[in-house]
């Protein structure tokens, strides 16, 4: 298919939903779902940042467990079936799988050879793992959840790191937040933005506490740093 990218692995094989620019090469994005999988928001994602002049790559996380997950954002029976899938995902495991998709990415004709890793929630979570144990270009996280459970690793981030944080996050307490903030203080290519009066997935299309203001300047700021980054 035109927009799939095959991504192999030692284990296996898996699909990547993929969104191309109009020009001949792009720097690339990886983009990591949340729970709800490469879903109708996550390749809309994807052809925004293609829009943008990125060749935008959203592989399937959860490709071990139930390949080809696209839930609903507003579905209570979809929320608990990506639940499960969430809990029982192999962290360690979804890393390397996403350092195979940026070392395909990268070698693809179509590509200029600098990628970075984008992701929300669970994505956001293996962005900055994926960041702090290989190399990658640039690194975006959106309220990634547990962050706080890995701060022992910021010591490998290499990458330049962005990080969105909405204030009132119900999955990222205020006390993880400041952990996560005095962890990433000590690192001068890290940068995080707080957001007054945002919840969980603030930037999420169609989501429950989507807000437009903040979601838009979320990703102008992305736009930005992903230009800068990856020239």
């Given at each position: 298919?035109?927009?799939?990218?095959?991504?192999?692995?030692?284990?296996?094989?898996?699909?990547?939903?993929?969104?191309?620019?109009?020009?001949?090469?792009?720097?690339?994005?990886?983009?990591?779902?949340?729970?709800?999988?490469?879903?109708?928001?996550?390749?809309?994602?994807?052809?925004?940042?293609?829009?943008?002049?990125?060749?935008?790559v959203?592989?399937?996380?959860?490709?071990?467990?139930?390949?080809?997950?696209?839930?609903?954002?507003?579905?209570?029976?979809?929320?608990?079936?990506?639940?499960?899938?969430?809990?029982a995902?192999?962290?360690?495991?979804?890393?390397?799988?996403?350092?195979?998709?940026?070392?395909?990415?990268?070698?693809?004709?179509?590509c200029?050879?600098?990628?970075?890793?984008?992701?929300?929630?669970?994505?956001?979570?293996?962005?900055?793992?994926?960041?702090?144990?290989?190399?990658?270009?640039?690194?975006?996280?959106?309220h990634?959840?547990?962050?706080?459970?890995?701060?022992?690793?910021?010591?490998?981030?290499?990458?330049?790191?962005?990080?969105?944080?909405?204030?009132?996050?119900?999955?990222?307490?205020?006390?993880?937040?400041?952990?996560?903030?005095?962890?990433?203080?000590?690192?001068?290519n890290?940068?995080?933005?707080s957001?007054?009066?945002?919840?969980?997935?603030?930037?999420?299309?169609?989501?429950?506490?989507?807000?437009?203001?903040?979601?838009?300047?979320?990703?102008?700021?992305?736009?930005?740093?992903?230009?800068?980054?990856?020239?």
């Open positions: 298919m035109e927009n799939q990218t095959i991504i192999m692995s030692v284990d296996g094989t898996f699909g990547a939903y993929t969104a191309r620019p109009k020009g001949l090469r792009a720097p690339a994005v990886v983009v990591l779902q949340e729970l709800f999988g490469v879903n109708a928001d996550i390749r809309k994602t994807c052809d925004e940042l293609a829009e943008q002049g990125f060749l935008a959203a592989p399937d996380l959860f490709w071990r467990q139930e390949p080809g997950v696209d839930l609903s954002v507003t579905s209570e029976p979809d929320w608990q079936h990506g639940l499960r899938l969430y809990q995902y192999d962290r360690d495991v979804g890393v390397r799988d996403v350092k195979d998709t940026v070392d395909i990415v990268a070698k693809l004709p179509e200029t050879g600098k990628v970075a890793v984008l992701g929300y929630c669970l994505g956001a979570l293996i962005t900055f793992l994926t960041a702090a144990r290989y190399d990658v270009d640039a690194a975006v996280a959106y990634g959840g547990d962050t706080e459970k890995y701060l022992g690793e910021v010591s490998g981030l290499r990458a330049p790191l962005l990080m969105h944080l909405g204030e009132e996050d119900e999955f990222i307490s205020k006390p993880a937040q400041a952990e996560i903030k005095a962890a990433l203080a000590r690192k001068a890290a940068t995080i933005y957001y007054p009066g945002q919840r969980h997935a603030f930037s999420r299309h169609n989501g429950a506490h989507y807000n437009a203001a903040a979601a838009a300047l979320a990703n102008r700021r992305t736009n930005e740093f992903l230009h800068q980054q990856l020239q």
